[in-house]
């Protein structure tokens, strides 16, 4: 590619998830130098992760070359590599390899990764979702744990097999219960011959009194009823105090609880998706920047999602602490959801434009569209929010086919809306599940 033309001004853009492709596409016709860095080679759809990781769909479905997505936008020039420092007063952003990329304005989505609370030892137990990487392994151990139930002589130790706890009650959490749910009553019965697939366990903890916090209640009380009838244990008001390889412990803490005395929950395939924290760049960010960092590590940004003393640097999705500004309103959080970031990508470059046309930049405001999450089949809640500020919520077969037809429309690339649609049919009508491979050993504890 020909370096920039002369005085062209230089755009870094750190992370190609929802927040930094929708910022590199907005300036697609803008006269910049865009360089877009991201430590995969892939654009991913997270909101449909989980069924990578339950075997549902193929990871190409959900993901998308980088370099592909921007092969017709001439001003981005795509990199392979990880950001590992960001030096504020020299704007140079230094990879992994040593090699540093001048910026005259940059853009930080890094996203975020998964928090364990203080005890990162349980990751290796209780594996997060976040990348395909995650999904893979996730997929591996729930399918070797129904083949090491299969030749498990013992009694109790087969039952540890076939007992899978989620850690979580948010939108991962209750879709990945509600699948593998399904996994065990409809896709593997008929498939083994020492072991009944439909009587594995599948528990839902969570430490809050309900489920989908961010719905109304009627609506979390409705992911219930639908979680249970698929055969999912809820316990609510549950807090994990230890993992291991042996299985979980938990303490209840309910009204309707007298004691607090921990149980332990023999389980040999647990998932986390109970916390997120903000990527490990943004407490260098902060640190080079003099910028505040919250708890979960994300950097609080001006009105125009720029970092304070420093408006050439933007943050924005899961890694800034934004406020939503609404004229006679007070500013309310910005929620870690994709299209908060998709409109935080946006709303950055609409006011990098700005500062370069020395136009005034405007303040971020989230528009909200509501909330969704499938259950399983036939089975979902919908929280929409209508232009008039009313809620629409309905939940059943209804959502289900909302969510459905919703994941489907925002998909990016006319092949994976064909790909997923295509095999969602196809896994409707025959309950099967095709892309269970996994290539490595049944040992991970």
Known sequence: MAPPAQGEPRIVIIGCGFGGLEAARALKRAPV????????????????????ATAGLSAPAIAAPVRHLFRGQPNVTTLLGEVTNIDAARREVVLADGSALPYDHLIVATGATHSYFGRDEWAHHAPGLKTLADAFEIRRRILLAFEAAEKEPDAAARAAWLTFVVIGGGPTGVEMAGTMAEIARHTL?????RIDPASARILLLEGAP???QAMPPQLSRRAREQLEKLGVEVRLDTRVVAIDAAGVQVQSSGPQDASTESQQIPARCVIWAAGVAASPLGRQLAQATGAACDRAGRITVEPDLSVPGHPEISVIGDLADARSHVS???????PGVSPAAKQMGRAAADNLLRR?????????RYRDYGNLATIGRNAGVVDL????????????????????FAHIYFLIGFRNRIVVL????????????????????????
Request: aromatic letters at 16%; proline letters at 10%; zero cysteines.
């Open 210 to 212: 309900r489920l989908l």
């Open 422 to 445: 295509i095999d969602w049919a196809s896994a409707y009508w025959s309950r099967r599940r095709y892309a269970r491979v996994v290539a490595a050993g049944p040992d991970f504890d």
């Open 356 to 364: 370069l046309a020395s136009r005034p930049t405007r303040a971020f």
């Open 385 to 404: 929010t209508l232009p008039t500020g009313r809620h629409l919520k309905f939940s059943g077969y209804p959502a289900w086919l909302f969510w459905l």
């Open 189 to 193: 019965p008929g498939e083994f011959r």
């Open 33 to 52: 130098a865009i360089t877009l860095v991201d430590r995969t080679n892939h654009h991913l759809f997270q909101p449909l992760l989980y069924q990578v």
């Open 328 to 334: 006679g309103r007070p500013p309310r959080p910005v």
